[in-house]
């Protein structure tokens, strides 16, 4: 069983596109965030949910916006889609009260922005 | 801001030659520093929590210690298998969400 999953995995459109990405986590967590990560392997953190209300939001293009329809869903849309989108975006979670640093991650949805 | 370097970026090693990976770390309040293994394709896997320094923590052939100023990973005769990039992160009492290095890749060759 697959605990956080994420669809799709590859995505590859063009230019001034909308695109989502689902993430669902089968833990029973309640914090779930997403992650960029880019050409250099470095992972930023782009948002955090806990129970469905928003509690991080890092510097990010409002082009993106997270939406948590309940605790075990994260989906990102991306609206007017650039170059500088390209990247993998991974969804993690974690359960509440465990370390803020031991998150679970999905296998990641590689975005290409043509 | 807190900020984390990881060195070397990559290793190779042949198999059954021990090594080991650096990060260093410079934040306000450590509250806890984090290692986690990334296959290609797959999403990091967690594998040690370290909160002061001093600690230490193994799991098979890993070994991660800490201090004030740095964590290092030990692998000690690594296999193949053992191959993957290993990503370093801190929280910190002035930022709650994780910080990641950009990883030292690691090979190693049979």
């Known amino acids: 069983d697959t605990a956080v999953s994420q669809t799709p995995k590859y995505l590859v459109t063009q230019m001034g596109n909308d695109k989502s990405i689902k993430c669902e986590q089968n833990?029973?967590?309640?914090?779930m965030y997403w992650y960029k990560q880019d050409s250099k392997k470095f992972l930023k953190i782009m948002f955090s949910y806990n129970n469905k209300e928003l509690i991080i939001n890092e510097t990010v293009p409002n082009r993106f916006s997270p939406k948590s329809p309940d605790k075990a869903h994260l989906n990102l849309h991306i609206n007017s889609l650039e170059l500088g989108d390209s990247a993998v975006y991974f969804c993690?979670?974690?359960?509440?009260?465990?370390?803020?640093?031991?998150?679970?991650f999905g296998e990641g949805s590689r975005l290409t922005v043509l | 801001e807190d900020q984390v370097t990881q060195s070397p970026e990559a290793l190779r090693l042949q198999e059954g030659e021990s090594s080991s990976l650096n990060c260093s770390y410079t934040?306000?309040?450590?509250?806890?520093l984090f290692w986690y293994r990334q296959d290609p394709g797959k999403g990091p896997e967690f594998l040690f929590t370290l909160y002061s320094a001093g600690e230490e923590k193994e799991k098979e052939r890993l070994k991660a210690t800490l201090t004030k100023k740095e964590s290092f990973l030990h692998i000690t005769a690594p296999k193949p298998e053992d191959s993957a990039t290993y990503l370093c992160a801190v929280t910190s009492g002035s930022a709650r969400q994780l910080t990641f290095g950009s990883g030292t890749q690691l090979t190693v060759l049979p």
């Open positions: 934040v306000s309040g450590l509250r806890g």
């Open positions: 833990l029973g967590h309640d914090t």
């Open positions: 993690a979670s974690r359960e509440l009260g465990g370390g803020h640093g031991e998150l679970f």
